[in-house]
């Protein structure tokens, strides 16, 4: 569910990555004070990008010193400092992450009901906290969890019904981005989108394993029958130009949504994570290379 937006970071100035970079330390900070050491583990640039988002609609200005890191202590790394825009992310974050520990203890494998059962103690104490402060966001996200459990329980075979939880948990997640009525509609489209875009790159993401596995996927109903427990390339191959389609036009979607946002501060790194990284992310899905590159940035 984390992890598959992200900035094309080629395509960025040096300035616009240390922007970036910093904002990501700088919520890595903030969930730190919130909600303890715990929490800044589970952090990705999902987060980030919602507090980009976040100060750019409300004109939150930022500024950024050089602090030492948990993770790089011996070299201080540009660090944004903006309370009032990197509350709301790091909040939605904590919300977001109780649930997937708890998804993961229910549905996954042994790692990560191991990983789930380790966390979810912490997390337990977090949510409270965060449900408190957004208790709204809480209920939706509960609900469409629940409802996610219900639909692939069903074993749905409709990529659009499947990703409907996701989607309705990330628009409300969005319209939370900006207090201005005007703007909500469109926060909420733009989000709505935002969240079919994740289940599909997550759903190309785990399918392997899921065929392997036997698990459900509501790509591998486009599947022929096997007894294999590898997925052909053949198959693979249909399965990445059907969800090509798919992601092709939610992302065109995406963008005019956000075109409406008319977003100014901090453009330059949005634009880039909308027209550059999300379209990115999903052809090194469709290689087969994303989680490997994952773990190259997180060196």
């Known amino acids: 569910m984390f ?31 919130e909600f303890g050491l715990v929490s800044r583990l589970t952090l990705s640039y999902d987060f980030t990008f919602l507090a980009l988002m976040n100060m750019s609609l409300n004109n939150l200005s930022l500024t950024a010193c050089r602090q030492r890191c948990i993770v790089h202590p011996l070299k201080k790394r540009v660090c944004a400092v ?22 993961d203890l229910a549905d996954r494998g042994l790692k990560h009901k191991l990983r789930a059962a380790a966390a979810l103690p912490f997390f337990r104490r977090f949510y409270k906290k965060a449900r408190i402060k957004y208790p709204q966001l809480a209920d939706t996200i509960e609900e469409q969890m629940k409802l996610q459990r219900a639909t692939e329980q069903e074993k749905t075979q409709s990529i659009d019904k499947a990703c409907e939880p996701t989607a309705a948990m990330m628009a409300e997640i969005a319209c939370g981005l900006c207090n201005k009525e005007e703007s909500k509609p469109v926060l909420k489209r733009f989000g709505y989108l935002l969240g079919r875009y994740i289940y599909i790159c997550d759903a190309l993401d785990d399918v392997k394993e899921d065929y392997k596995k036997r ?27 059907y969800a090509a389609d798919s992601v092709n036009f939610t992302l065109g979607e995406l963008a005019e949504a956000y075109v409406k946002l008319d977003i100014q501060m901090y453009k330059p790194i949005v634009d880039n994570i909308i027209y550059l990284g999300l379209k990115y992310v999903f052809e090194q899905i469709q290689k087969g290379t994303y989680r490997r590159k994952i773990k190259q940035d997180k060196q």
């Open 215 to 241: 698990g459900y996927n509501p790509l591998l109903f486009l599947c022929s029958d096997g007894d294999s427990d590898v997925l052909s390339d053949r198959d693979f191959k249909a399965l990445c130009d």
């Open 3 to 33: 992890g598959y937006v992200r900035a094309f970071k080629p395509y960025m100035r040096v300035c616009e990555f240390d922007t970036y970079q910093g904002v990501y330390c700088g919520l890595c900070k903030k969930m730190g004070r």
């Open 82 to 103: 903006c309370e009032n825009g990197l509350e709301y992310p790091a909040y939605a974050a904590v919300i977001l992450v109780y649930h997937k520990l708890r998804d």
